[in-house]
């Protein structure tokens, strides 16, 4: 089965969530099917033998609107993907090159709603007017694929409420997975020693991007009323616009004026010094407004560390309310139920261990790609078998 993988982010140039799932779900694609991957980046000499294909927008879009930028992607690999029998896309940056490629060869389209456009209304401050070209591309590329794959429950019946006019029998739940040999406990402190945490004191970490679906706002507000013994870790990196830059910058800034402890690694750290990250922490917190699913919480829970997340989306298909973690509603009182559920686990060191450890357990248990990878394959089964 030669299957055509597209997708803005692949490694080394990963980001986010989105990017994570492909980097695993290609890994776990390939003893399957004949995998060709299409993504953005500069070529580089492993990428042939790897079955990469890299591609640029093009240059005379320089200084352009990014969505005009991606549909220039979306059209290079769109010409690329001869020879595939069936095409699939994740995001909309990669969405219409589905679509066409589908149109283009005669190839189903099957696609991977990680986020939808009409519930990031906040893209606009990043997009502009191309937030109206994203939201088009997505509609299009969604309403006509051959299969929908929505990474939770949750995402699925966003989706249809979104999109009436998609049938739901082709909307299919796979969920996110983990690869929990490379996420599990990690004792050492090589990484906390670099960073200059204080062994002696508790923290709690955040990892994400610093966007208005990560809710890191709402976090560094929270934080300032939490156990002051605890050191505050924030992993925030890829700022979407100069506005919500300046605004999580003031916010830092303030609450590194009301307390002490507050740690803010602005860089992507490579992934051994996460995981130690995340091995350390006495609780790690999840602000998200908005979260199909949230592997980053995945992340957290095959590290054995327990989870105070908002209770939005997917998120509670992963954490379990009192048993993984807490889960907060994303209320008029949000704020202040992240604080009190912060020093809820912070306060009592034998029931974070206990999540931790019932965390890790149900990582393993239910959310490995290899099982991911190969619901993936029947459903690209399904779908070559009614073209």
């Given at each position: ?66 969505a005009l930028r991606t549909f220039s992607v979306d059209l290079a690999m769109t010409a690329a993907l001869r020879g595939r029998e069936l095409v699939h896309s994740h995001t909309w940056y990669a969405n219409l090159a589905g679509h066409l490629g589908k149109l283009l060869h005669g190839v189903p389209h099957v696609m991977t709603a990680h986020s939808l456009e009409p519930l990031r209304p906040w893209k606009a401050e990043q997009l502009g007017g191309g937030y109206a070209l994203s939201g088009w591309a997505e509609r299009t590329a969604i309403e006509a694929a051959d299969a929908v794959v929505a990474v939770s429950a949750a995402m699925r019946e ?230």
């Amino acid at each position: 089965m030669r299957v055509g993988l597209l997708t803005r982010e692949y490694p080394p140039d990963v980001y986010g969530g989105a990017g994570v799932h492909v980097e695993f779900l290609a890994r776990e694609l390939r003893p399957l099917v004949d995998l060709e991957v299409h993504c953005w980046g500069e070529v580089s000499s492993a990428d042939k033998a790897a079955g990469v294909v890299r591609h640029r927008p093009w240059s005379a879009l320089d200084g352009a609107n990014d969505a005009l930028r991606t549909f220039s992607v979306d059209l290079a690999m769109t010409a690329a993907l001869r020879g595939r029998e069936l095409v699939h896309s994740h995001t909309w940056y990669a969405n219409l090159a589905g679509h066409l490629g589908k149109l283009l060869h005669g190839v189903p389209h099957v696609m991977t709603a990680h986020s939808l456009e009409p519930l990031r209304p906040w893209k606009a401050e990043q997009l502009g007017g191309g937030y109206a070209l994203s939201g088009w591309a997505e509609r299009t590329a969604i309403e006509a694929a051959d299969a929908v794959v929505a990474v939770s429950a949750a995402m699925r019946e966003d989706i249809l409420a979104c999109y009436p006019a998609l049938d739901p029998a082709r909307v299919h739940v796979v969920h996110n997975g983990i690869d929990t040999t490379l996420y599990r406990p990690d004792h050492g402190t090589e990484a906390l020693d670099r960073i200059g945490l204080d062994p002696a004191r508790p923290y709690v970490l955040f990892v994400g991007r610093i966007t208005r679906q990560k809710g890191v706002p709402h976090l560094l507000r929270a934080a300032r009323d939490i156990d002051p013994a605890a050191q505050i870790v924030l992993c925030a990196g890829a700022p979407d616009t100069p506005g919500i830059d300046r605004e999580f910058r003031d916010l830092y800034q303030e609450l590194s004026r009301s307390r002490e402890g507050v740690h803010w690694i602005p860089r992507m750290l490579p992934r051994p010094d996460v995981v130690q990250l995340l091995t350390h922490a006495a609780v790690f917190v999840c602000p998200s407004v908005y979260e199909p699913l949230g592997i980053v919480n995945l992340e957290a829970m095959a590290c054995g560390t327990p989870v105070v997340a908002s209770e939005v989306g997917g998120i509670p298909e992963v954490v379990e309310d009192g048993r993984t973690g807490v889960l907060v509603p994303v209320d008029d009182d949000f704020e202040t139920g992240l604080a009190r559920a912060l020093d809820s686990v912070l306060a009592d060191a034998g029931a974070a261990r206990r999540m931790g450890d019932a965390g890790r357990r149900r990582a393993v248990e239910e959310f490995g790609w290899d099982a991911v990878a190969r619901r993936t394959v029947r459903l690209y089964e399904e779908v070559l078998g009614q073209a």
